[in-house]
């Protein structure tokens, strides 16, 4: 079965700030997807990043960066020099990537980190 | 682009009332759709899964009878939660995919729809 863990409930920082949000996941599958999503007060999930479990580069994408450590079975997520915008929920999901047409893979949610960013 | 919508944001309901919700894909064809409840400072709880043109797959545990699933077209799926009793206000999210040569499909969600049942 495949699991996902987000340690940190809550992380609360200063403007500025950089935060570092945990996720460590558990799959049997050789092949898989790790997603990163945004959840602001508005309730919307906002995608944020897709990564294939062949590809360990880190991503960087403006103030966010994502470290991807197979060996370690993390996939970790910072938002460097934090701004009181990225006040949020983030959850970090996991996927298999299953080979077949029209079979809708399903999302193994973690249980979400809290990011409060104080002006 | 992949944008999807639900209808309504909130509604508040009469216990013993049905309530529909639609989730639309606005700039793509949604092979999949999925339905997703989410309480208060929790995570998200898959609910079912729905394919266009056939009958959705629903999770251990959610009332099937309770929740009606329909995915007319591509592009829009209605949860309706039948005889709604306080007990289903929550926040309720769909998401849509699009089908390609992996189902590696990134899911897109909704902005989500308040039920508060009285």
């Known amino acids: 079965a495949q699991k996902v863990t987000q340690a940190q409930t809550e992380i609360s920082v200063v403007e500025k700030e950089d935060v570092t949000l945990d996720c460590v996941y558990e799959?049997?599958?050789?092949?898989?997807?790790l997603f990163w999503y945004k959840q602001p007060p508005s309730g919307e999930l906002v995608f944020l990043i897709r990564?294939?479990?062949?590809?360990?580069q880190n991503e960087i994408s403006g103030r966010y960066s994502w470290n991807f450590q197979k060996s370690t079975s993390s996939f970790n997520f910072t938002i460097t020099a934090s701004q009181v915008v990225d006040s949020a929920v983030y959850f970090c999901?996991?996927?298999?990537?299953?080979?077949?047409?029209?079979?809708?893979?399903?999302?193994?949610f973690g249980g979400g980190t809290r990011v409060l960013v104080k002006p | 682009g992949a944008v999807v919508s639900q209808h309504p944001s909130w509604v508040i309901c009469k216990s013993g009332t049905s309530v529909k919700i639609e989730c639309r894909s606005l700039?793509?064809?949604?092979?999949?759709m999925f339905w997703y409840r989410q309480f208060p400072k929790q995570s998200l709880m898959l609910m079912a899964t729905?394919?266009?043109?056939?009958?959705?797959?629903?999770e251990q545990g959610v009332e099937k009878d309770k929740f009606l699933i329909n995915h007319a077209s591509l592009t829009l799926s209605t949860l309706t939660v039948t005889s709604a009793h306080p007990e289903d206000s929550s926040f309720y999210i769909c998401?849509?995919?699009?089908?390609?040569?992996?189902?590696?499909?990134?899911?897109?969600f909704g902005p989500g729809t308040r039920l508060t049942v009285l």
């Open positions: 998401s849509a995919s699009m089908e390609g040569p992996l189902t590696t499909d990134t899911q897109y």
């Open positions: 799959t049997r599958d050789t092949t898989y997807y």
């Open positions: 990564r294939n479990s062949f590809d360990e």
């Open positions: 999901a996991l996927s298999e990537a299953k080979k077949i047409k029209a079979a809708g893979n399903k999302l193994t």
């Open positions: 700039d793509f064809q949604a092979t999949t």
């Open positions: 729905s394919n266009e043109g056939s009958k959705a797959t629903y």
